[in-house]
């Protein structure tokens, strides 16, 4: 299948889609601490609901314990909670994520141009591209990416196309599948 020699895509970010992008980002490198603080409370409070039931001496240190089960699980809602709030605080102050872009993909560079706010780059500078469920992320720095979303192509082919374009300008071991994050997002 051969790529057209530039792909122009248009449309408007969506808060959801800065949302998915602000948990991908954060949750793909701490997912498995948080998964672990999980477990280790849920394990450890069952453990000792059953030392408690099993051994009425045990019942208040039991009760004691309860803060240090309640923390992991408080600090997971609050860490859950700061991508949301972070999306919610850009959508709000930066007009450019309300606005509609385009982007062009070009065998040189990857483009993009909204409402004042315009910008291009060699395909070479990019450090990663990873996709989510429903984004492209094109990384230029550790934290900043292009955000394209999977509704912005017309057709699977144009999806396609546009897979082998970034391909051949970044190479195959700069992009990645979606993990378990990245399915979720």
Not at 50 to 59: L, N, S
Not at 117 to 128: C, E, F, G, Q, T
Not at 158 to 180: D, F, H, I, S, Y
Request: aromatic share 14%; proline share 5%; hydrophobic share 50%.
């Amino acid at each position: 299948m051969e790529t057209q020699s530039a792909i122009e895509l248009h449309g408007t970010l969506t808060i959801a889609e800065l949302t998915r992008f602000q948990y991908f980002h954060t949750f793909r490198r701490i997912w498995p601490v948080l998964a672990s603080c999980m477990v280790f409370a849920i394990v450890l409070g069952t453990l000792l609901a059953f030392v408690a039931m099993a051994i009425p001496e045990f019942r208040a240190l039991a009760l004691e314990a309860v803060p240090f089960l309640i923390f992991p699980v408080l600090w997971t809602l609050v860490l859950g909670a700061i991508p949301y709030r972070k999306a919610r605080k850009l959508f709000a102050a930066q007009r450019y994520f309300r606005e509609p872009i385009a982007y062009v993909f070009t065998a040189e560079t990857l483009g993009s141009e909204g409402a004042g706010v315009s910008s291009r780059i060699a395909w070479n500078l990019l450090k990663h591209v990873r996709e989510t469920n429903s984004l492209f992320l094109l990384y230029h720095t550790a934290d900043a990416a292009f955000l394209v979303p999977k509704r912005f192509f017309r057709s699977p082919a144009e999806m396609e196309n546009w897979r082998q374009l970034v391909r051949a300008g970044v190479g195959p071991a700069k992009m990645e599948k979606p993990g378990a994050i990245g399915r979720w997002c």
